[in-house]
Every structure is written in C-alpha cells, then in structure tokens.
C-alpha cells in the first residue's frame, strides 16, 4: 500500500534500535570513523548539513566487546555474505521517494573490491528493510539508494576512473575527498547513478 512520504519517513525512524542511530543537530549529522593507514588508525570527522528532514545510522558500530553486532540477529553471522556492511546509512525524506545513502571512509589506500562488497552488501540490507517494512505494514515508499566512498585521496589513479568521480570497479560508486565534502549539505553530493528500491 502507498502511503505519504513524510508518515512512511517518521515511521522508518521508529522501526530502527537507537543502538545504531547517530545523535544529530537541527541540521547537521557528524560522521567520525577511524581509519587505518600507512602510520596507523586516525580518525576521520565528516560534518554534513542538510535541509530536508534526515537521520543517519552507524552499521559499522562496535559493542562493548570491540565486535560488530549482527545486521539479522536470527542468522550466523560468522563469514557471511550479510555480516559485510559500509560505515554509515543516511535516511532522508524527499519529495516522492526515501533518499538512501550508504557511506564508506577509507584511507589513501582504497582495497576496491572490499569496498565493493560492502556497498553492495548494504544495498542489500537495504532492500531487506525496504521489503521487510512492506510485508509487515503494508507501507510503501521507493528508496533512491546511492553509494558513496570517502578517502584521502586527492586525484584520480588505478581505482578511479578518469574524472576521478566514480570507481573502476563499480562505477555506482561516487567517490570523494574528505575536504571535498565538509561545508556541502547532504544534497549537494553529487551522485548521477542512483539506485531504485521499489
């Protein structure tokens, strides 16, 4: 059943464990994650604005053991296709549809074929929440789902095509600098090939 944007967006902030929501201002979400380079782990602090109405989760987030819970509590998740997961998923309301955008910080060094499974991964939770909420309410709303990575990295090579925009090894994936982002709100990051979950 077809039901309003805005209801279908308040009802999906509800359904989420705020285990994995992120604290957010009136209208700015900070993104922080550690990532690993050639020295060691630093941490990576992304302040994202945004004008329409958004909340934002941490897949990637660690218990109190240092361990990932699981994505689906009621299957294994040991070396399972579903336990892969990118760093962040932002939910926003728009117009017609659920603005979906799946986030992964990396360093310079981008290990393309892990980033590709974990977005690709994500998109599937993300059909599975989609599908999940439908079969049990009824309620549904398209998503338009759209794949980011975030790095250090200042110029297009090996992994990236050559406007430096979109990976080689999936070109779904829109890629960034980290500086390239901060200041610019949710809408403004530029993603030409999203994803349709209906």
């Given at each position: 059943m077809a039901t309003d944007v805005g209801t279908y967006f308040d009802c999906l902030?509800?359904?989420f464990a705020e285990y994995y929501k992120l604290a957010r201002g009136i209208d700015e979400i900070k993104l922080k994650e550690k990532?690993?380079?050639k020295t060691g782990q630093v941490v990576r602090t992304v302040d994202l604005k945004f004008d329409l109405p958004t909340f934002a989760l941490k897949l990637d987030k660690k218990n109190g053991k240092g361990?990932?819970?699981?994505?689906?509590?009621f299957f294994n998740d040991t070396s399972q296709p579903w336990s892969k997961r990118c760093d962040f998923v932002l939910f926003q309301r728009e117009t017609r549809c659920i603005?979906?955008?799946?986030?992964?910080?990396?360093?310079?060094?981008?290990?393309?074929?892990?980033?590709?499974a974990q977005l690709e991964r994500t998109e599937s939770w993300s059909r599975c929440v989609h599908s999940i909420i439908q079969h049990y309410t009824g309620d549904k709303v398209p998503f338009q789902f759209r794949k980011f990575l975030l790095t250090d990295k200042t110029e297009a090579d090996a992994y990236l095509q050559a406007?430096?925009?979109y990976l080689r090894v999936d070109p779904k994936i829109r890629h960034f600098n980290?500086?390239?982002?901060r200041g610019q709100t949710l809408?403004?990051?530029?993603?030409?090939?999203?994803?349709?979950?209906?």
């Amino acid at each position: 059943m077809a039901t309003d944007v805005g209801t279908y967006f308040d009802c999906l902030e509800s359904y989420f464990a705020e285990y994995y929501k992120l604290a957010r201002g009136i209208d700015e979400i900070k993104l922080k994650e550690k990532v690993d380079t050639k020295t060691g782990q630093v941490v990576r602090t992304v302040d994202l604005k945004f004008d329409l109405p958004t909340f934002a989760l941490k897949l990637d987030k660690k218990n109190g053991k240092g361990n990932l819970e699981p994505l689906f509590h009621f299957f294994n998740d040991t070396s399972q296709p579903w336990s892969k997961r990118c760093d962040f998923v932002l939910f926003q309301r728009e117009t017609r549809c659920i603005g979906v955008y799946a986030l992964e910080f990396k360093s310079e060094n981008i290990p393309a074929d892990t980033v590709k499974a974990q977005l690709e991964r994500t998109e599937s939770w993300s059909r599975c929440v989609h599908s999940i909420i439908q079969h049990y309410t009824g309620d549904k709303v398209p998503f338009q789902f759209r794949k980011f990575l975030l790095t250090d990295k200042t110029e297009a090579d090996a992994y990236l095509q050559a406007d430096g925009k979109y990976l080689r090894v999936d070109p779904k994936i829109r890629h960034f600098n980290y500086a390239d982002v901060r200041g610019q709100t949710l809408e403004e990051l530029d993603h030409e090939r999203n994803i349709k979950i209906s």
